[in-house]
Antibody, heavy 117, light 106 residues
Framework: QVQLQESGPGLVKPSETLSLTCTVT????????WNWIRQAPAKGLEWIGY???????NYNPSLKSRVTMSVDTSKNQFSLKLTSVTAADTAVYYC???????????WGQGTMVSVSS | DIQMTQSPSSVSASVGDSITITCRAS??????LNWYQQKPGKAPKLLIY???SLQSGAPSRFSGSGSGTDFTLTISSLQPEDSASYYC?????????FGPGTKVNI
């Protein structure tokens, strides 16, 4: 059974770069689309973007200038980098698998990232 | 971007009741509409995809319908464990967008 687990620092300083990794276990990272979604405290869900196993990406235009995603198929991991963070980037960050027909069927447990000096 | 709205924002009901949550898209999205359940401190869980298909493992008391711009999620015979927030999400095009959520109190 495929499981996802996010990892990375829980605290990032303003103007620095947020870096998170999602490890896929119980299955291969191949042939699917791997997504990042975030949820600010007491707020709704915001899709950040996805990356495929081949490295093709699609980012939310609202974050596109600051987002980079990468994939490491040898480690069954994919990653998120968000630059120039502000307090508005404080959120729980989820990684999720997208399958066809398009839906997010498996989610990680989420990791809280706070932006503060 | 396609904007998603939901109503009501919250609803209170009793065990055994049936409730319906409405989701509306700002433009037609065919049947590309998914529903998720989220409990406090947990990740969202997929319930319904492509408007009316029940995700494997989701209880059969959850059902969805709709196409175009208007969609509904119905929970029949409410159970205590259905107390949660429910989000709709369009998968018609990117950026994928979610509704603001409906909180269900049992």
């Amino acid at each position: 059974q495929v499981q996802l687990q996010e990892s990375g620092p829980g605290l990032v300083k303003p103007s620095e770069t947020l870096s998170l990794t999602c490890t896929v276990t119980g299955g291969s990272i191949s042939s699917q689309y791997w997504n990042w979604i975030r949820q600010a405290p007491a707020k709704g869900l915001e899709w950040i973007g996805y990356i495929s196993e081949s490295g093709s990406t699609n980012y939310n235009p609202s974050l596109k200038s600051r987002v980079t995603m990468s994939v490491d198929t040898s480690k069954n991991q994919f990653s998120l980098k968000l630059t120039s963070v502000t307090a508005a980037d404080t959120a729980v960050y989820y990684c999720a698998r997208r399958v066809t027909p398009d839906r997010f069927d498996i989610w990680g447990q989420g990791t809280m990232v706070s932006v503060s000096s | 971007d396609i904007q998603m709205t939901q109503s009501p924002s919250s609803v209170s009901a009793s065990v055994g009741d049936s409730i319906t949550i409405t989701c509306r898209a700002s433009q037609t999205i065919s049947r590309y509409l998914n529903w998720y359940q989220q409990k406090p401190g947990k990740a969202p869980k997929l319930l319904i995809y492509t408007s009316s298909s029940l995700q494997s493992g989701a209880p059969s008391r959850f059902s969805g319908s709709g196409s175009g711009t208007d969609f509904t999620l119905t929970i029949s015979s409410l159970q205590p464990e259905d107390s949660a927030s429910y989000y709709c999400q369009q998968s018609y095009n990117t950026p994928f967008t979610f509704g603001p959520g409906t909180k269900v109190n049992i």
